[in-house]
Structure formats: C-alpha cells, structure tokens
C-alpha cells in the first residue's frame, strides 16, 4: 500500500453519463496531482494541486474537472466523455519540499463506451 | 524541462545485479534525478532519488555521475518481481502558489526490464 486510494478500480461509462473518480491520503501531503496514461503512452500530468489551491493546469480539456476539497481529499470530475478519454487515471500526492518524491495510488481504470 | 533519455528495454538474469542507465545531459544545478518503476496495472512506484551524491536505499542504489549528466540505477539481485517499467526523471518547478514551490514528474516512456528466471 501506496497511502494513497483510489476509488473506483474500474470504471465504465457511457459519454452522456456524469461520474467522479476519488482520492484519498492520510499521509500529511499537501500537493495532491491528477495523472493520465492512456495505452502505451507516457503518463502526462493534468492537474496539480497546492494546499487546496490549483496551480497546474496542463491544458486538460473542460469536460475534466477537479476538486480539492482538502489537502487529503482529491476529484476528478467526468462528464460528457469521449472514448479517446478511455485510460488509466492515478492520483499522486507529496509533501512541499523540492526533494520530496510523490506516492502514486494504483488508478482508476476508466473506459468510456 | 531537462530531458532523459533510456534504452527502451533490457534484459537481466535472476540474481543477478541489474544496472539501469539514463542520460540527463540538460540538468540544471537544483534538479533531483527521481527513478520509479511500474508494474502491469499498478501505479508508479517510488525507488530512489538524488542530487549530486550517490544514494542507497533497501530498494536499490543511484549512482550520479560529477557532471551530474547521466546517472544508473542498480537493483542488486534481481528478482522476477522486479520485472518493470523503470522511469528515470527528472522534477522540475511548476510554479508557486500561497502555499509555497509546487513541482511535477515528466514521466518519459522509460526502460521496460525483464528478469529472466
């Protein structure tokens, strides 16, 4: 175990459909961050967040949104998918320093139909 | 960003020391070299991190040349349970918030090690 949950494991939704993915660590983090993996690509980072504030944004299109509730509490937020969104979704998460590593959850594992 | 560059994949024996090299040649002075590695499925695992000294943990070693421009991660003996995506990175800033630097990992597509029994 990472320290960081994720839920759901596996997801499957239609494009019309409205789900959120969740995150979760007690690890006394403050940066949490939202990361994509789509088949036989690199992970590219969507979001990045600092004590509840946004501060990485990397050009994700709008039908993504998260929330940030608290430092130990991380969404994303689905609606009106396409099937090219279909990947796995991890959420990391580490504390302030520059030398700090991030922990990974194992990811949700979204297909959308 | 300050690029790496990875062989795409290796092979290593079971018990066997597997070395894992990795090319940063645009380093800056302030910049970790993290490795990580990935199982089937998983998220990425945390190995090692460092910035000019060579590090040791019960994971495995990293070496970091002077010039800091290429550094090699070792797993001491191999086993099939290391068989892996290992992902050489550099962090850099992203940026600052209210609550101070924030920083992100960009991952490459990193050296897919197979431990042959």
């Known amino acids: 175990e990472t320290g960081v949950t994720q839920t759901p494991r596996h997801l499957v939704m239609g494009m019309t459909n409205k789900k959120s993915l969740k995150c979760e660590q007690h690890?006394?983090?403050?940066?949490m961050y939202w990361y994509k993996q789509s088949a036989k690509k690199p992970l590219e980072l969507m979001f990045v967040?600092?004590?509840?504030?946004?501060?990485e944004n990397n050009s994700v299109p709008s039908r993504f949104s998260p929330e940030c509730p608290n430092s130990s509490h991380l969404f994303l937020h689905l609606h009106t998918l396409q099937p090219e969104d279909s990947a796995l979704y991890l959420c990391a998460s580490s504390p302030q320093g520059l030398g700090s590593p991030l922990h990974f959850g194992n990811g949700t594992r979204l297909t959308v139909t | 960003d300050a690029k790496t560059t990875q062989p795409p994949s290796m092979d290593c024996a079971e018990g066997r020391a597997a070395n894992l090299p990795c090319n940063h040649s645009?380093?800056?002075?302030?910049?970790?070299v993290y490795w990580y590695r990935q199982i089937h499925s998983q998220g990425p695992q945390y190995i090692i991190h460092?910035?000019?000294n060579n590090e040791t943990n019960e994971m495995a070693s990293l070496i970091i040349t002077e010039d800091r421009k290429s550094s090699t991660l070792i797993l001491p003996h191999a086993t099939l349970r290391d068989t892996a995506v290992y992902y050489c990175i550099v962090r850099v800033a992203v940026g600052t918030g209210s609550g101070g630097s924030n920083y992100k990992l960009t991952f490459g597509k990193g050296t897919l090690l197979t431990v042959n029994p």
């Open positions: 690890l006394g983090h403050n940066a």
């Open positions: 460092g910035l000019k």
């Open positions: 645009t380093i800056s002075g302030n910049e970790y």
């Open positions: 967040y600092n004590f509840k504030e946004q501060t």
